[in-house]
């Protein structure tokens, strides 16, 4: 995968529709998956290179991505940065990854392009310190 690559796991499609557009618009090349599932299975099938963030889009207060992340992850991509999109979530502190990001509704494009930038700037790849995507 090259580093302009993104995945996308669709929870709330309607709204990941809007997310993958933006996205292709400034030029990320964009998987989408319909389940966490899904998304994990496509890391772990063959020897990737790290997408440059996996963008979960859930407008619920019930993510089944962040349910079943770390866990379902392979240790190669568990600290692969997460980027929720949507309602705030509610998960426990101790189940909630240094690598997870929130950006809240109503999506604020810059906010949410400058944030990817950042990882791109930064070179984020599973070997990047937590640190990198603190809350």
Do not use: W
Request: glycine share 4%; net charge positive; hydrophobic share 45%.
């Amino acid at each position: 995968m090259t580093p302009s690559e993104v995945l996308v796991v669709r929870e709330t499609p309607s709204l990941a529709d809007s997310v993958q557009l933006l996205l292709e618009t400034v030029g990320f090349r964009v998987l989408a998956f319909d389940s966490p599932a899904k998304a994990f299975s496509y890391l772990r099938a063959a020897d990737r290179e790290p997408p440059l963030a996996l963008v979960v889009v859930c407008n619920r207060a019930f993510c089944e991505t962040l349910r079943v992340y770390p866990a379902h992850a392979s240790s190669v991509h568990r600290s692969l940065p997460v980027i929720v999109v949507g309602r705030t979530v509610q998960v426990p502190l101790d189940r909630s990854p240094g690598n997870v990001r929130f950006v809240a509704l109503p999506l604020q494009a810059k906010e949410f392009l400058a944030l990817l930038d950042r990882l791109a700037s930064a070179g984020a790849t599973p070997e990047s310190p937590p640190g990198l995507l603190a809350r």
